[in-house]
């Protein structure tokens, strides 16, 4: 004689997920950068083509046992990642971003955030909530970029491929939105290997760029910036700290996704670029508005990501303008570029 019984709570489930799934949901939504995260590492992506492949031939290929890949796959598929049908495991749209080759690629940008260090790092959100400031030098004796660039070169490498991957899903909208007809000279500051420069001067013929960032950032720059590369010929790659001073005179500086620490350096960054400008030299900072952002969750969990290594921050509107006028540059204009940035332009006064 059967004994279970059919009972409406059991029937409900159709009005979208309870408080308590939700909550449940969330705690554990740590599972899935962390099998995104092996999955990455393992290759799956890569040894995925257009045509299903059983989990079995899938591990045997890469090496790993078939049980637990499929236990990986199927918290993965949660979120649209990878899919399983009857003749296998299958990419879908976002998996197929975590290919080497692919044009949109974020697999290096997904190995940075969740980097050993950051898992170590969250933790200590409590204690930046109670005292209003990251942690990171006291935990590790340096500031980030310096530790990250000398302690961890796996990372930093990983760093500097995915910043190229983010920058390559944008620089078409910054080239598109900026005017560059009647500037000759340009600055990228903090610009990483140089890649949104490099598309910038591919788009103007005339103009002259110079790449400025950290020596171990600018020691292996964009392959058309090098010595016989495309653009060698109109570009300058310089090792110089920003903080410091920013050694290159130029109509127009950018700073795009660096500025994102604490407000001092903000500040001190802004001023050198300042002092290094003409009167009317432009002072673009590209970035992506917390409180203008239509992927808030991104960019809010990147603002906290910030705080606890840099003890930085993404900047609101009115906070951008705030430092900018400390720094005693002039305030010209504010406009989105592309899905997720903004450019906020900026001049030298008289
Ligand atoms: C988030 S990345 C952005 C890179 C690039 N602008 C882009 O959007 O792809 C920040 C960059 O700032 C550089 N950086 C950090 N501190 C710096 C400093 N004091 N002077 C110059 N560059 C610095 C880092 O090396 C890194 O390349």
């Not at 788009?203 to 590369?229: E, I, K, M, Q």
Request: aromatic share 6%; hydrophobic share 40%; charged share 25%.
């Amino acid at each position: 004689m059967p004994v279970i019984r059919s009972t409406p709570s059991a029937a409900a489930g159709d009005q979208g997920p309870s408080p308590v799934t939700a909550l449940r949901d969330l705690s554990l939504a740590s599972a899935a950068p962390a099998a995104l995260r092996a999955a990455v590492r393992i290759g799956v992506a890569d040894a995925l083509g257009d045509t299903p492949v059983p989990v079995g031939d899938l591990a045997a290929a890469l090496k790993v046992d078939a049980a637990v890949l499929l236990r990986l796959l199927r918290n993965l598929r949660c979120y649209g990642v990878f899919d399983e049908t009857a003749d296998g495991i299958v990419h879908t749209a976002t998996s197929r971003l975590l290919r080497e080759d692919d044009p949109q690629r974020l697999k290096y940008w997904v190995q940075w955030v969740t980097e050993p260090w950051v898992w170590e790092l969250w933790p200590d959100l409590e204690a930046a909530v109670r005292d209003g400031r990251g942690h990171f030098e006291d935990r590790y004796g340096e500031e980030f970029f310096a530790h990250l660039h000398s302690r961890w070169q796996e990372s930093t490498e990983i760093f500097n491929k995915s910043q190229t991957e983010l920058s390559r899903l944008t620089s078409a909208a910054i080239a598109e939105s900026l005017d560059l007809s009647e500037v000759k000279t340009f600055a990228d500051v903090g610009g990483g290997r140089g890649f949104t420069l490099a598309e910038l001067l591919e788009a103007n013929p005339h103009l002259h760029g110079t790449l400025v960032d950290l020596p171990a950032a600018v020691a292996h720059p964009d392959p058309r910036l090098r010595p016989g590369g495309a653009l060698a010929g109109r570009s300058s790659v310089v090792a110089g700290d920003c903080l410091r001073e920013i050694p290159v005179e130029a109509d127009v500086y950018q700073f795009k996704s660096i500025l994102e620490w604490d407000d001092e350096r903000t500040v001190t960054a802004l001023r050198n670029a300042r002092r290094a400008g003409r009167p009317g030299s432009r002072v673009l900072v590209i970035t992506n508005l917390v409180d203008d952002s239509p992927e808030i969750r991104y960019a809010t969990g990147i603002d906290l990501l910030f705080l606890l290594n840099t003890n930085g921050r993404r900047h609101t509107r009115e906070g951008v303008a705030g430092l900018v006028d400390r720094a005693g540059l002039r305030l010209e204009g504010i406009a989105p570029v592309g899905r997720l940035l903004h450019v906020v332009e900026t001049s030298v006064p008289e």
